[in-house]
């Protein structure tokens, strides 16, 4: 006889809907307005010391979004993951 364990098919619903959600912050992240700001900071618009600093924070920013997008992403791969382990336990048998 065949059974199906709701409790892992619950599981694994609410897993691949985390990494759905997951996956369309990491989306939102990476089409970030932000992550272009430091082509406006150019020197042919400001100039000085305050200028670079700017420039430096803008790219900063930039690389910390994309990496947390990537981070982002991972986790929704390792979501799935164990969504998929969790699919695998909703037949059991007895």
Do not use: F, K
């Amino acid at each position: 006889m065949t059974l199906i364990d709701p409790v892992a098919a619950r599981r694994a619903a609410l897993l691949r809907a985390q990494a759905t959600r997951v996956r369309r912050v990491a989306n939102e992240l990476g089409a970030s307005p932000a992550l272009e700001l430091h082509r406006r900071s150019l020197t042919d618009v400001w100039q000085g010391p305050v200028a670079q600093r700017c420039l430096d924070d803008l790219v900063l920013v930039r690389r910390r979004l994309e990496s947390a997008s990537d981070s982002l992403r991972a986790l929704a791969v390792r979501l799935d993951r164990l969504a998929e382990q969790a699919e695998s336990q909703v037949l059991g048998t007895r």
